[in-house]
């Protein structure tokens, strides 16, 4: 079989004779042959299959660059280069998502979040927080926090993870006494987050160490400003909403197995006893991507959430978490039935839980 015409090579490729000009342009898709007098392009048939594989890729939107990456792989990294791509497009999608969700309802003004005309109660939370070294490790390199206004748990891993989950919890304090708008909410979030990786990042500078044990942490907080609350969170550690009695995740670990699960490589069973279950894709950390989950929680009174590290989610099943939280009222009871759960299964990590109740608070009477 002879080169083909441009026009024959775009209608068998599906690409657009433009779109060929331009992939000529950069390299990607030259053409067999160039006529010296007239510059026709043509292309030999062999060269089908790479331009339909640029088509696809384009399809699925992949920036030109990342298409020129996988043009220059073979099949598995190619693969694997894909999946990452759309790993990172879902993850965005959820956010945008989130986001869309809450302008939605915030520019309608019907948003689920609480307000003045629908409950007669201001609300507010109460709260506790508890952190144990568990029965194997040596030191405790987890956070937890809990005030009137942030809940935060944190679990700090390599070389001075106790100071870096810290220094991340540290980063969020001053939300508690801030004015926050309700509208400015999320930027503050993201700015305090933001904060709390420079300063992460600020220790592994000042510690010097090897690369492979440079400190950082996981960081899972809400914020609650009186009449909202946001969501931060960023690698393993978990947040749950119990309402009306049932447990609800409300976080996505950000560890490897889980975008392994999320792609169908590996079950929920096999990433639970995977060697690398406990790799983080994000986290606060120098070599880590840094980008936290973020958004704006509907609260109604009655919720319970619960905050707690891996040093809980990893060795205590969902159904035992459940029955603790919503049996046990006293939020520092909780948090103390909790901790000992992970005990008792081993303790072979640090432990962190936060309780937090949202209740509707008594209205003061004015004396007659
Ligand atoms: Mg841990």
Known sequence: MGLLTIGAFAKASGLSQKALRLYDELRLLPPAHVDPLSGYRWYAPEQLERARLVAWLRRLGMPLAGVQEVCALDGPAAAARVATFWERVEADTAERRDLAVFLIGHLSGKDSVMSDSTHHSPLGIRYAALSDTGLVRESN???????????????????????AS???????????????????????????????????RGLAGAAGGSPAASPGTTLTALVWTGSRLALAHIGDSRAYLLRDGELFRITRDHTLVRSMVDEGRITVDEAASHPQRALLLRALADDREATADLRLQDVQPGDRYLLCSDGLSAVVAEPEVREVVAGVADPQRAVAELVALANRAGGPDNVSCVVADVMELPVPQLQP
């Open 141 to 163: 390199q987890d956070t937890a926090y809990a005030g009137s206004r942030l809940l935060a748990v944190a679990d700090g891993f390599g070389e001075g993870g106790a100071p």
């Open 166 to 200: 810290a220094a991340a919890v540290e980063a969020l304090k001053h939300l508690e006494t801030e004015d926050v708008a309700d509208g400015g909410l999320l930027d503050l979030l993201k700015d305090a987050v933001d904060r709390a990786g420079e300063a992460v």
